[in-house]
Each structure stands twice: as structure tokens, then as C-alpha cells.
């Protein structure tokens, strides 16, 4: 049975374990030692040496270790992921236009066909360009539509291809166990409900598989029944959208730079702009002795004007000049788009976030204090309030956010305060016979807290309530770290409240926080 | 209580006021506006999240030095809502130079400390915590007096639960959420 098909068929290429790939490349280091990316403590990436020795995600870190001592510890960190991955995207891009990348180590194309000889070949052909970059594991999956090539990758050996032929992609994934579907909420009532396989999902109702178990389910239901194809958004490469510039001779001033980039800036917004594009996101590469001295990418609210790109250059060399990152006077400006969307999205009304005006009068103020003076707020996860926020700089991505839906424990109940110090200053708590009360190992307070200063122009104040503590033990893993600290709620006699920490390293008091 | 549009309000940065001051952002921020907070160091998120504040639609200028003034005069153009800490007096000129551009923008002015002239002063008065006992227990919800004095006026009291156990912001003996808002 031939089903009709408005779009060609979808290879798959995959990379397993990317993140701990990428962690290793961007150290220089063989693939083969066993490793592992960590986030928040649990093993999020295993590579296939470290599993060897029985390590799997999702494990905590020291028992990862005690199963293989030598394992290799990396953060992790999606931005590298995703850099680390465009080279293997320009490399397939290189041999067949219109990839679309699915996430970092997973790319889908359109099947080249026959211009290979076949299939196969084809699939042999991009492995051999992915292994020249030398990535070893590489598997590359073809089928009818995106979610059978995934699979088929999955299932294919190392630098192999798994071709499931036209119309065929039923009974190829009726045995796979329901945890191909990647969903563990649904897997989980498949598994109570006793289906263990695609092929037991494929026996269920349509109407009921799609208001019972969603719509992925849903679709790969409709995959099985060989349907569902789904057209792949593809990433047309940019025909040199980047754009650069050269000094002859180098220029050491920033506004010299700036000022000899603006041109450029211009043609670039220019060249976006007879494709109906617009750039919300770019690289920006500032080289010096013909070596990149300086790389950040930026992100727009809205799209870039090569007003705002000249802007976000000048606060770039401003900064990398301060740190000493740029060294010798500037040979090239790159300008890279990271992300483009087409015009009309963006057109005034249709998209919610920032408006036009807003964004100029803060790019105002960053004029007068620089780019760095002025921060948005964001959460993330962490014990003290301080560690529970970040300020990240306006206009940049805020990267390595610790994830807020993990418990963390000894972190303090709510309501929140609602000063939170910058810097923690310097605090004394004492008990009734004013000796210092101090926080022995386990925990326990050496007397009741009976009168503290917080610190600032506060004089002692006597103690009317007070919580506590929490204690936690702060990054013990890190070097330098180790420091003990106890958490307490003190409240004055005037109604006022605190948050005040006792630290083990400095033997003393800190206030971190005012409930106010 | 209404921040009127081109307004300048005065919290007393005694007992709570920072927290009072971030109440009286969120309203503009629930409906849309962008506020912006200035010179305030020590700017609690999680705190000015739970009292409703939009922090997507928040810009910090945590330590604009000594172009504060000038900070606040830019951020007024394009915000509902700005809140400074003024690092020492205010002068009069510059405050009165202020207050017509905030009513040429609309925009409101929230000073946690003096600010000359300022249309509403409003301070939290007698702070009382429950929830922390003598070791246990901990922080729960905090019941204050919030006056509120307009222009020369004697000043008017509420008593409010800021924040109640639900981390919102109630008057005392009534379950009506006492409003803040913006009228713009």
C-alpha cells in the first residue's frame, strides 16, 4: 500500500550523547575516557565508556563515582551543546541544503534520494562526514516521516544507517517498547494499563488514544497506521548572510571600530531584509591579530536595526577591552545571524514582548552607564534568596540558570524578603549574657539568641522571635567551598525581620536578607 | 489605594517600606506597564514576583551612581512606573523638573526615602510578624498600619495582612484583596 505523500522522505543523523561529545571537543579531550555532564547533581549525559562501568543518567554524582572513580565530571552547559553542534550542522549543510536541527545532536534532513546511489549510501556518506569532524558515533536513521527516522537512528549501530522502507514505518515500530515515545507521564499509564509496545498502542481506538494520551501519542498512533507525515521545517542556510569587515591598518579604539563597522552593519540588515528577513539574535566576532579575540551573541526583543547592532558591538569591545580579552589593536568584525524570523512576524501588535520605545529609552541608559549597569531580574533555583535570583545583564541570554522545580533542601519556607543583599554584611547575635551564640556541627545553637545586630546603622536590637535554623552545607564539591552555613529568622522587638546566617568558615554572623 | 498617573509617592524606607514599594509596582506591572526600579542594590525578585510583579516586564538599574537623576529622567519616557532609593537629598529644582515630565509621560514616581513635594507620603507603621516562635516554626505573615497622607491632609490608616499566608496583600477583617492599581 502506497500512501500519498507530499513530502519526501526524512533522514535522521544523531549523535548520541551530545552533551558529553561536545564537553570533551571543547577540552581537547579523547572521547573514549568515560564521562559524564552533570546538572544539579544528577548525571544528565552518560557517554558509552562511562556506562561500561554502570553509570546511567540520572544518577547522583557520588554514586556515579563510586561506580567508576576516574569518571570525568562536566557541567553542563546547553550553550556549548548548541555551538558545538553548528559545526556538524555546517558540515551536513555543505553536502545537502535545508537541515533542520531538532536539538542539540539530533539534525533531520530530506533524503538525498537516489543522488548518492541509495539510501544506504547516502546515510554512509553524511556518517563519513560527520566521523571527519571527528565525532566516531554518529547513526543515521532514513523512514517515511521524522518520528520512524528518530527511531531508526536509535536503533542503527555506530556509523551505520537504518533504512525503514517506504510505507513500512508500521511494522517497524510496532515492537519498540512504549518508551520511544519520550513522554514519561504517558509511558507510565501505558505501562499500568499493560501495553508494552508500539504495536499494543496501535490497537487502541484513534478517538481514544487522542483525549486520553495527548497528542503525541496521538500522532505517532496515526504514524503506526501508516499516516502523519509531518512536513520538516527546514533552516535554509544562509547564502552568506554573515557579513565582515577589515582593518588595514587594525584599530585600537572601540569608537574607531564602531564607526568603521556601521556600513557593514547596515548591509547586513540590508541583506536580511531583501529576503524578508530580520535578525533577532547574532554573533558578533571582534578578531585581533587575526585570531578571535572577543565572541557574544545577543539577543533582540524585537530585530536587530544596524543601529542596535553597532550599539551591542561598541558595549562588546567596551567590555572585552576592559577585561584585557582583546589585546592588540582589532584586525575583523564578523556579524553572524544566530536566529532570523521572517518580517512579517514581527510586524507591530502580533508579537508581546517589548515595545520599540521601551527598548530605546533603556538602551538610553545603558549609553550613559554601560551595557552592564542595567539588568533584568530572573529566578532560578538555589537556598538563599541571594542564590534564588540573578540579575542578567539587558539585552544578553541568561545561561546556566539553576532549574527551580528541584527541592532544595534547607532553603527557607516563604514569605520571601524583601531586600536581598547584594553582599552579605556583617552581623553579631548574642544570648542573654551577651556572649556570642554560636552554631555547633550539627546544627545546634549554643544558647537562644537574645539580642543581633544586623548590621549598617542598626544598633542591637533585642530579639522578640526567631527560626531556625537551616542548615546546609554549600558547595562542597568546589574548590575553596565546603562552608557550613545556618540559617535564621530573627525578629526584632520593633516588628522588623531578618535574615541572618551563621558561617562556619567565618566563625560569625552575616545578614543576608530583610523581611521587609 | 490608586497611583494617579503622572504622581509622585513617597515611602518611608523604615520598617518594610522596600516591601511596600514593590507592592505599588506590581499594579502597573499586572496590567501590562513596564516598571523600572533604581538604585535599589538589594531588589528582592522572588519577593517582588510573589507580590504580582511582572519581572519580564522589570529593568533594574541596580547602582546608577551619581547619573541616578538622570537614569530615572530616561527611564520616566518609557515606563509606567519607576522606583528610585535617592542615594542622598533631592533637590527641589530637580524634583519639580521631574514631576513635569512624569505628567507630560504619565508616569508614576515611587521615592523609598524623602522626596520633596511629593503628592502622597505613605510609611509602614508598627510591624508585627507571627509565625516565629522561639526556635520554631517559621515566618508566616506580618500584619502592619500603612498611613497614607495626601499632600496636607491628616494622614489616613489602614491595617493590612502584607503579605498574608497566601503571600498576598489583604486588609485585616475582610477577604477582599486590597488594591494597588494603576489607572494610567
Known sequence: ?516 | MQLRAGGTYEVAPEYGGAGLALALLAGPSAVGGWGAVVGMSDFGAEAAASLGVRLDRTVLVPDPGELWLEAVAALVDVVTIVVVRPPGRVGEAHAGKLAARLRTREAALVSLGPWPRADVRLAVETPRWSGAGRGDGHLRARHVTVAVQRGTAPPRRTDLWFPDADLALRAVGSERVAEIRDVG
Open chain 1, 1 to 516: 500500500m502506497t500512501t500519498p505523500r507530499s513530502t519526501g522522505r526524512v533522514l535522521v543523523v544523531w549523535c548520541p550523547d551530545w552533551p558529553v561529545v561536545a564537553a570533551l571537543r571543547s577540552r581537547d579531550l579523547p572521547s573514549r575516557l568515560p564521562s559524564a555532564v552533570f546538572a544539579a547533581n544528577r548525571a544528565e549525559a552518560v557517554n558509552a565508556a562511562a556506562r561500561e562501568f554502570g553509570v546511567r543518567r540520572g544518577m547522583r554524582r557520588r554514586d556515579a563515582q563510586a561506580r567508576c572513580p576516574e569518571l570525568l565530571v562536566l557541567d553542563a552547559e546547553p550553550d556549548r551543546d548548541a555551538r558545538a553542534f553548528e559545526e556538524v550542522l555546517e558540515a551536513l549543510e555543505a553536502l545537502r541544503p535545508g537541515v533542520a536541527p531538532l536539538r542539540p545532536g539530533l539534525v533531520a534532513l530530506r533524503s538525498p534520494g537516489r543522488f548518492y546511489g541509495g539510501e544506504t549510501e547516502a546515510g554512509a556518506v553524511l556518517a563519513e562526514c560527520v566521523v571527519g569532524l571527528g565525532i566516531r558515533d554518529v547513526r543515521v536513521g532514513i523512514a517515511d516521516e521524522l518520528f520512524t527516522a528518530e527511531q531508526a537512528a536509535r536503533s542503527a549501530p555506530v556509523q551505520e544507517s537504518v533504512v525503514v522502507p517506504e510505507g513500512e514505518s508500521g511494522s517497524f515500530l510496532r515492537p519498540l517498547p512504549v518508551e520511544a515515545l519520550d513522554e514519561p507521564e504517558t509511558v507510565s499509564l501505558l505501562r499500568r494499563l499493560g501495553l508494552t509496545s508500539l504495536g499494543d498502542l496501535a490497537g487502541l481506538p484513534s478517538a481514544s488514544v487522542a483525549s486520553r494520551l495527548g497528542q503525541r501519542a496521538a500522532w505517532v498512533h496515526r504514524v503506526l497506521h501508516g499516516g502523519g507525515a509531518r512536513p520538516l521545517d527546514t533552516r535554509t542556510p544562509p547564502p552568506e548572510l554573515a557579513v565582515h569587515v577589515d582593518f588595514e591598518p587594525p584599530l585600537a579604539d572601540a569608537e574607531a571600530v564602531c564607526f568603521s563597522t556601521r556600513r557593514t552593519a547596515e548591509r547586513f540588515v540590508e541583506q536580511l531584509g531583501q529576503r524578508q528577513l530580520v535578525c533577532t539574535d547574532v554573533l558578533i566576532q571582534v578578531s585581533a591579530d587575526h585570531v578571535v579575540a572577543s565572541e557574544r551573541r545577543w539577543l533582540h526583543p524585537r530585530w536587530f536595526t544596524s543601529a542596535d547592532l553597532v550599539d551591542r558591538l561598541h558595549w562588546q569591545l567596551v567590555g572585552s577591552l576592559k577585561a584585557g580579552r582583546i589585546g592588540s589593536p582589532v584586525t575583523r568584525v564578523r556579524l553572524v545571524p544566530e536566529g532570523v524570523v521572517a518580517e512579517s512576524v514581527h510586524a507591530d501588535g502580533l508579537w508581546g514582548g517589548t515595545d520599540g520605545r521601551v527598548e530605546r529609552g533603556i538602551a538610553r541608559v545603558q549609553g550613559m552607564l554601560g551595557p552592564e549597569a542595567v539588568v533584568a531580574p530572573v529566578l532560578q533555583g538555589g537556598r538563599s534568596p541571594a542564590e534564588r535570583q540573578a540579575m542578567v545583564p539587558w539585552g544578553t541570554r541568561a545561561t546556566s540558570l539553576r532549574p527551580r522545580e528541584l527541592p532544595w533542601p534547607g532553603s527557607i519556607p516563604p514569605p520571601y524578603p524583601a531586600r536581598v543583599l547584594a553582599k552579605p554584611c556583617p552581623a553579631a547575635v548574642v544570648d542573654p549574657a551577651g556572649r556570642p551564640v554560636v552554631v555547633g556541627r550539627r546544627g545546634t545553637v549554643s544558647s537562644p539568641p537574645a539580642r543581633f545586630r544586623p548590621g549598617g546603622e542598626e544598633g542591637w536590637l533585642p530579639v522578640a522571635a526567631w527560626a531556625g535554623p537551616w542548615p546546609v552545607e554549600e558547595l562542597w564539591w568546589e574548590p575553596g567551598g565546603g562552608r557550613r552555613v545556618a540559617r535564621f529568622q530573627l525578629v526584632a522587638a520593633d516588628g522588623r525581620a531578618w535574615l541572618v546566617t551563621f558561617d562556619d568558615a567565618l566563625a560569625g554572623w552575616v545578614t543576608e536578607a530583610a523581611y521587609d
